[in-house]
């Protein structure tokens, strides 16, 4: 267990999962914007992606320990899982909610696109890690 996670950290794997991770719970995000698009006062969820993926491959400028659960996390964003929130989206344009199912359907589009982009990179990183395994040399 111990030499496979040490193999692993090694490439882009652990943040490959992440980001496959993070697009699958924003799908299911906006995947539920779109089943309420008809339900009075829902309020539109998402992940913010872009923020917890920068945080994941950025390094904090400052770094902290957290000695007691009450404590702040400081500058230590592996701590710090994605997750859905409701973001301001300004007036109800259609009197039901605050739901746009055009600007659902393209950010599904995009999330997917991202989500197959991720799978095929991590899937080269295997082949990559089976070739050396294997002794292979790259052609």
Do not use: C, W
Request: overall charge positive.
């Amino acid at each position: 267990m111990l030499v496979r996670n040490l193999i692993f950290d090694k490439t882009r794997i652990p943040l490959l999962n992440k980001t496959l991770n993070v697009a699958s719970l924003r799908h299911r995000a906006l995947s539920n914007n779109v089943s309420n698009a008809s339900t009075v006062n829902y309020k539109r969820k998402d992940v913010n992606f872009a923020s917890y993926l920068r945080s994941q491959v950025v390094k904090p400028q400052i770094t902290g320990a957290r000695t007691n659960d009450r404590h702040m996390i400081v500058g230590n964003a592996a701590q710090q899982a994605p997750r859905i929130y409701q973001p301001d989206s300004g007036p109800n344009t259609t009197g039901v909610n605050n739901v746009d199912v055009d600007m659902e359907m393209a950010n599904l589009a995009q999330n997917h696109l991202l989500y197959n982009v991720g799978a095929r990179m991590l899937s080269g990183q295997f082949q990559g890690l089976r070739k050396s395994i294997s002794g292979q040399v790259r052609a």
